[in-house]
């Protein structure tokens, strides 16, 4: 589908209907990869939803370029697993102010031409990298989501980087897993086969509603079950607090020793 990139073109009816269609897939879409993203970083999946549309909000109202989509990425999620486990996720709030803080500064020093100096093959390697930790990240969703027998197992579970989902047990079975397969083939197809026929409707948006009706007209009624998203994170909540005024996270000092780490 194209989105609408501003210019002297009319927004009419059935250009509405595109963007509707886009912001429906894109915001469904989210939802279970910002929580597979959450364990890869090593943070709670709430976390991870609330920064999802945090800052899908600010990048839609002050975005930098028409159609930009933002929301959790498997780049930065794969680099702050570590930092989470060994120093606590109040170091990677610090470390998400600092990063929008150079960037902010790279921008007003019109750093971004620089980027035409990165090789074209290192571009390639790190698409190609991203594209493995969002693939492995999704393996995660295929273990049990009370796996974890204490504190320590459960945090190991968040922490593992882009490959700590294999790491332990955990794994479904028998016929959760059988139907969890057969979903993600029917999902697959969709989304590989459905462009073929028409592009009138987002073929991801296809798979989901395609995926979720036959979860809860065929499996369910069957008497088997797949594990959702809510069985992994609530999606339910109060608006975000300020970490600083919120009492779970205790914010280290901003100092010399904060800033090294």
């Known amino acids: ?3 609408y990139c501003g210019g ?16 429906l897939t894109v915001s469904l879409a989210q939802v279970p990869e910002a929580v597979s993203f959450s364990f890869v970083a090593g943070v709670d ?19 930098g370029r028409p159609a930009m989509i933002c929301g959790a990425t498997g780049a930065i999620a794969a680099v702050v697993g570590d ?6 996720i109040e170091y990677l ?9 150079l960037q902010l500064a790279l921008g007003v020093l019109r750093a971004d031409k620089l980027v035409r100096l ?37 945090h190991r579970r968040l922490s593992g980087g882009a490959f700590g989902a294999f790491e332990g047990g955990g794994w479904i079975g028998g016929t959760e ?7 993600t ?24 509603v395609l995926a979720t009706t036959l979860e809860w007209a065929v499996v369910r009624p069957l008497g088997a079950r797949t594990q959702v998203v809510s069985d992994f994170a609530s999606v339910r909540g109060t608006l975000p607090t300020p970490v600083w005024f919120d009492d779970e996270y205790s914010m280290p000092p901003l100092n010399s020793e904060t800033l090294g780490i």
């Open 45 to 63: 999946p709430f976390v991870g939803l609330t920064a999802a549309w945090i800052v899908g909000v600010i990048t839609a109202l002050a975005g």
């Open 83 to 88: 930092l989470v486990y060994v120093n606590g």
């Open 118 to 154: 990165i090789p074209h093959p290192v571009m390639i390697g790190f698409c190609n990298g991203l594209a493995i930790v969002i693939g492995l990240a999704q393996f995660s969703l295929f273990k049990r989501a009370d796996h974890g027998g204490d504190d320590d197992d459960a």
């Open 8 to 23: 002297s073109a009319a927004i009419t009816p059935a250009l509405a209907w595109k963007e509707t269609l886009c912001g």
């Open 93 to 101: 709030f610090w470390a998400v102010i600092v990063m929008g803080a």
């Open 1 to 3: 589908i194209e989105a």
């Open 185 to 208: 083939l029917v999902s697959f197809a969709t989304c590989l086969l459905l462009p073929r026929l028409t592009k009138r409707v987002p073929s991801s948006l296809v798979a989901i």
């Open 177 to 183: 897993a059988l139907c969890s397969a057969v979903l």
